[in-house]
């Protein structure tokens, strides 16, 4: 008898359970797998690594405005600022997998994901004019390169310019020669650890977090970074001169999880593309103002700042030659014909 009542009891417990899954879904073929609870069909969550107000945050910010409005409310994005989701490795590993449908991501994390992207590393390849840099960007030669990210389960939308990136040490660095038995603070990339190899420094693959600290007890000596990101991280209360140099960028890849891009109608990606554009104008603009508050802070604490001059700048071309054939030599003839692309363009 007893066992005849819990099987009954189970029978109907597994009734209710079934029924309520069933309640639960509508049936609908239009319904999407990630509808929010506030009846949007569709829930963006937007994760990246800078502070709320950041260049960055204030682009994801306008893409969320410009989303939500072209697709009326239909989609939702919601932004994850200061490494919620996790570091910037962390993040992209999120994208990839889906747990995370959009991302911000600096190019050098990409690198662990599709080398290839770590050409945009290659030192003094980039023009250092920056009306030039973002036409650049916008070319069929640079979306060839981040067409790559899909072998991996990722969508690159594009990028956007989030400064160029200057040396700070506690001396100016105007010639490779300066920077012979340095040790820098390297994001981890191959291009970036074989350009300070290059001329003579020792790259060091520490966590961004750990840097000032780093700086300030001597394990490291210097690093490279925009301004405004130097800034906001106070390292140049432990550095003497900054360098300016244009060597390089400290761009984002704006990235989307492959799989659910391509569920999303052509409305939603349209929405996603003007996104895009208009979060793009707002970081370039937000990024520069940064720059130039920044710098007359620094000045203004003391810190020395010293440009380098276009005689010196051929010499460092030369130099870094180099590392463009490294890259050539790690990723033959595909990396070559992508190099050589964005050359021509160039």
């Known amino acids: 008898m007893k066992t005849i009542k819990r099987m009954a009891m189970f029978l109907l417990l ?3 359970v079934m029924g309520g899954c069933s309640n639960s879904s509508s049936g609908d073929p239009e319904s999407d797998v990630n509808a929010s609870s506030d009846g ?5 969550k937007f994760a ?3 502070a709320p107000g950041s260049a960055r945050d204030l682009g994801a910010k306008k893409f969320k405005e410009v989303v939500e409005a072209e697709t009326d409310g239909k989609v939702k994005v919601e932004i994850y600022p200061a490494s919620q989701l996790g570091n910037p490795t962390e993040i992209v590993q999120g994208v990839q997998s889906g747990s995370i449908e959009m991302a911000i991501s600096p190019t050098a994390f990409m690198g662990g994901f599709e080398p290839l992207i770590t050409l945009l590393d290659i030192p003094f390849l980039l023009p250092d004019d920056k009306d030039k840099l ?3 960007q916008g070319s069929d030669a640079m979306r060839q390169l981040l067409d790559k990210t899909e072998n991996v389960g990722i969508k690159t939308l594009g990028i956007w310019h989030t400064g160029y990136k200057q040396f700070t040490g506690p001396k100016a660095l105007t010639s490779p020669d300066e920077f012979k038995g340095l040790k820098f603070r390297a994001m981890p990339s191959p291009v970036i650890f074989e350009q300070f190899k290059t001329v003579g420094a020792s790259p060091a693959d520490l966590p961004f977090a750990e840097t000032y600290n780093a700086l300030q007890n001597g394990t490291i000596d210097a690093q490279e970074n925009p301004l405004d990101t130097t800034y906001d991280m106070k390292m140049h209360e432990v550095q003497e ?3 300016i140099t244009n060597h390089g960028v ?3 890849l704006i990235i989307v999880n492959k799989g659910f891009y391509d569920s999303l109608d052509q409305e939603i990606k349209a929405a996603m593309e003007k996104a895009f554009e208009e ?10 103002k940064n720059i130039e508050d920044v710098r007359k802070k620094m000045e203004g604490s003391g810190m020395e700042f010293v440009e380098i001059t276009p005689e010196q700048r051929v010499v460092f071309v030369e130099k870094m030659q180099a590392v463009r054939d490294f890259y050539i030599t790690k990723f033959g003839d595909e ?5 050589k692309a964005i050359e021509d363009e160039l």
């Open 14 to 16: 597994v009734s209710f």
């Open 40 to 44: 949007a069909k569709v829930t963006i």
């Open 48 to 50: 990246h690594s800078s």
């Open 134 to 136: 973002l036409e650049l």
């Open 241 to 243: 001169v900054a360098t």
């Open 250 to 252: 400290l761009d984002q």
């Open 279 to 288: 979060g793009q104008r707002v970081t370039v603009d937000k990024t520069y």
């Open 335 to 339: 990396g070559e014909k992508l190099l």
